[in-house]
């Protein structure tokens, strides 16, 4: 038995025939963002993932958590709008109304006070 890869080879002779032919694996380096992108682009246009996890050397769950988290992102962005002229209009708008309800409570307090719990202020009669 000269062949390493034969049945009767053991762990260790076949781990040592893995090791010697095929270039040693490449240190995994860290993604990119746009590296990531480009590998979920591939994947929503109908690659397959193994292909792609085999080829990129990254697990196919994690090809499948950046492909949710970017659908995920995709579909926050399309639920908010953008503000324009109106948003700050009502911003300011909210802004008055407060101050006028914080001056007429004010003017109701005051005028609690002068009245003295009475409704209406008395009055003289005219000679």
């Known amino acids: 038995m000269t062949d390493p890869m034969a049945r009767g080879a053991g762990p260790t002779e076949r781990a040592q025939h893995a090791g010697e032919d095929g270039p040693a694996p490449a240190p995994r380096r860290r993604m990119s963002a746009k590296r990531k992108q480009s590998a979920v682009l591939r994947l929503l246009r109908g690659e397959d993932l193994e292909l792609v996890s085999r080829e990129l050397r990254v697990m196919a769950a994690e090809l499948t958590a950046w492909r949710d988290a970017f659908l ?32 007429t409570e004010l ?5 609690e006070r002068l009245e003295g719990g009475r409704p209406l202020a008395r009055r003289r009669s005219r000679p």
Not at 94 to 101: C, W
């Open 72 to 103: 995920a992102a995709g579909e926050a962005s399309l639920k908010t709008r953008a503000a324009d002229g109106r948003d700050l209009e009502i911003g300011r708008l909210k802004a008055k109304v407060g101050d006028l309800t914080m001056t």
């Open 107 to 111: 003017l109701e307090a005051k005028i």
